[in-house]
């Protein structure tokens, strides 16, 4: 049998996932919180990156709207200006003024005065196409995520990453690249995926 590409992949899996009933998205949405709400790092986290669903993500804003409610400080990814391939975090509130990036994504607009230094971040959830037995994840490829991830997976240090997926998202072993970051956790609907060895 064929081994697929990761292009391939990513059209297969995005295709799965667009494909989910509306109904589905929003029960996977509010499944998502519960699996989050026993994570002990959650507990203990005050600074959590996310992001604004596109393209048939898991729904987070339910998610958002919960750490909200439990007094988290919530931070969503903008495109760099002037650091091609990176990503600022700006603190996001119900009343955070929003546009959308060059890819579609709803993003913050760029306010030097609530950017967030990965480094004072305690988590960062990333979205991903897919993911594997072992904690590869499948980004859209544009390595934003490998290089915000980059100082954490070579020394331990700064926010722990969490992937967030739906369980079609999963596929036994993925096709990966030396710059790859796999993750230590990555949650979804009906579980939460941990490999120790992945840090």
Request: net charge positive; hydrophobic share 25%; no cysteine.
């Given at each position: 049998m064929k081994t697929l590409t990761r292009s391939e992949f990513r059209k297969q899996i995005r295709q799965i996932r667009n494909a989910l009933p509306s109904e589905q998205q929003h029960a996977a949405s509010l499944d998502l919180i519960n699996q989050f709400s026993v994570l002990p790092n959650v507990k203990q986290a005050r600074h959590i990156a996310l992001y604004i669903s596109a393209d048939g993500e898991l729904d987070t804003t339910p998610l958002i709207e919960w750490l909200w409610a439990q007094g988290k400080q919530v931070y969503l990814p903008v495109l760099h200006p002037f650091s091609a391939g990176h990503l600022l975090f700006l603190h996001y509130t119900p009343t955070t003024p929003l546009t959308y990036n060059k890819y579609g994504i709803v993003e913050p607009i760029l306010n030097q005065t609530i950017v967030k230094p990965v480094k004072d971040l305690d988590m960062i959830c990333t979205p991903l196409v897919g993911f594997d037995s072992h904690g590869h994840r499948l980004g859209m490829g544009g390595g934003?995520?490998?290089?915000?991830?980059?100082?954490w997976f070579?020394?331990?240090e700064g926010a722990s990453p969490i992937g967030i997926a739906h369980d079609c998202q999963h596929v036994e072993q993925l096709p990966t690249e030396k710059w790859d970051v796999p993750?230590?956790?990555?949650?979804?609907?009906?579980k939460t995926w941990q490999w120790e060895n992945n840090h």
């Open positions: 934003y995520y490998d290089r915000t991830l980059a100082r070579k020394t331990g993750l230590p956790k990555i949650v979804t609907p009906s």
